[in-house]
């Protein structure tokens, strides 16, 4: 009989962390967002989704984030680099900083 792959550890909770980022963002709550987006990152420093999500929380609080980075490090799958372009977009128009 064949064994299932391991899930990925933590991916229910990353799941879930990702989800109350996006619902303080919605809920215009942009100081909650950056500091649950700040904290999870520490755990999952290479999650896309929060680091755009963190970005965009910094940007309406007026915090320092690192726009170049967002830029560089955009995903090899097109589908997802095209959400990402969006984002990156969204929070260049949020912070002025639009080319």
């Avoid at 009989?1 to 215009?28: F, I, S």
């Avoid at 950056?34 to 989704?49: M, T, V």
């Avoid at 320092?64 to 680099?81: I, V």
Wanted: some cysteine; overall charge negative; charged content about 25%.
């Amino acid at each position: 009989m064949r064994q299932k792959p391991a899930p990925e550890p933590l991916r229910d909770e990353l799941t879930t962390a990702t989800g109350l980022v996006w619902g303080h963002l919605n809920a215009q709550q942009p100081e909650e967002a950056y500091e649950l987006a700040r904290g999870c990152l520490q755990l999952w420093p290479g999650d896309r989704g929060l680091a755009l999500m963190a970005a965009y929380a910094a940007v309406e609080l007026a915090e320092p984030f690192d726009l170049d980075a967002l830029r560089r490090n955009t995903s090899t799958d097109p589908a997802r680099a095209a959400d990402e372009a969006a984002w990156i977009a969204l929070i260049e128009r949020r912070a002025g900083t639009a080319c």
